[in-house]
């Protein structure tokens, strides 16, 4: 697809090797049609990685998309040259006056910490309390999502003994959702976390509809009825290697981890692994930009102010 980001940010490159068609700002700016407009609060550390992760992800549909990056601005982020930040990111006073077609909140390392003891939870809350009004559909993801589900539904999450990682089987539940055309009866996705909302807390609520679920990894994800909001509780958009790299750091950093269940071959950290949930990654941010996103949005970004 013709995706529209800076052309010098460091995806761009990464995506072109790729073959992956990355369209110049000069080229979108000669096409006569309304792009969708898509934010992206990036909440991970690693935020390069983060940004290429997702953006190679939303890159196969025939829609034009203006990407913008989302930084909080109660918080610094340590692992993040500044320059790229200055650069690449905007902040939430520079487009609280604008709407969107898309938003994806992110992941972040924050799983053990009470929701209000996270640095920026109080800006994170303004942005999803405006998402109301200002986004059509926000796609939460890992730690977004239970972060999500707190504050829209007061659902808490709740610590695992162990964390849970590894590539995990499910079963969808809603086999009719647009959000799962072109899967296969059971799918594999990546899941990185240390805490859970286990299933009859998101069955408490009549406005959340279970999507998928894991015998082992639990609940894939939930959304609202309406389609606005959803909420995933895995990483479909992970690299390869982005377990065994967070298995390396955990390590290194002594916490015992267990090694990431069905991941490594005969569970050998030093055999490659075998990828076995690209596909569905692949079909999962495809069908939500084109069923809830694209085929629903209104053609004036203005109307999105009065759909709640």
Same mark, same amino acid.
């Given at each position: ?179 799962? !055309?072109?899967?296969?009866?059971? #799918?594999?996705?990546? %899941?990185?976390? /240390?805490?859970?909302?286990? &299933?009859? +807390?998101?069955? $408490? ?19 609202? !009825?309406?389609?606005?909001?959803? #909420?995933?509780?895995? %990483?479909?958009? /992970?690299?390869?290697?982005? &377990?065994? +790299?967070?298995? $390396? ?60």
């Amino acid at each position: 697809m013709p995706i529209r980001i800076p052309d010098s940010l460091p995806a761009t490159s990464v995506l072109e090797g790729e073959n992956i068609f990355v369209m110049t700002e000069h080229r979108a700016l000669h096409q006569d049609i309304r792009p969708l407009n898509l934010l992206i609060l990036n909440l991970m550390p690693t935020k390069i990685v983060t940004e290429t992760q997702l953006l190679r992800k939303l890159s196969n549909t025939p829609l034009q998309i203006n990407v913008q990056l989302l930084q909080t601005s109660s918080y610094t982020p340590q692992n993040t040259d500044q320059q790229h930040l200055n650069a690449f990111y905007t902040t939430f006073d520079q487009i609280r006056s604008q709407q969107y077609d898309g938003m994806i909140i992110t992941g972040a390392p924050v799983e053990n910490l009470e929701f209000e003891s996270v640095d920026y939870w109080e800006e994170l809350c303004a942005i999803m309390q405006w998402s109301r009004t200002h986004v059509h559909s926000t796609l939460h993801i890992c730690w977004g999502a239970q972060a999500g589900l707190y504050y829209h539904y007061g659902v808490d999450k709740r610590t695992l003994p162990r964390k849970l990682s590894g590539i995990f089987e499910h079963e969808i539940v809603r086999r009719h959702s647009p959000l799962f !055309r072109g899967f296969d009866d059971r #799918f594999y996705a990546p %899941h990185s976390r /240390y805490t859970e909302i286990p &299933l009859e +807390r998101l069955q $408490a609520i009549d406005d959340l509809e279970v999507l998928a679920l894991s015998p082992e990894a639990g609940v894939f994800g939930v959304k609202s !009825r309406d389609n606005r909001r959803l #909420f995933i509780f895995a %990483h479909p958009e /992970y690299d390869p290697d982005t &377990l065994a +790299r967070e298995y $390396a750091r955990d390590v290194q950093r002594g916490l015992d981890p267990d090694v990431p269940a069905h991941y490594f071959p005969e569970d050998d950290p030093t055999r490659p692994p075998i990828v076995n949930w690209r596909s569905s990654g692949q079909l999962l941010y495809t069908n939500w930009l084109n069923y809830y996103v694209y085929q629903t949005t209104p053609y004036d970004p203005r109307e999105i102010s009065n759909e709640t």
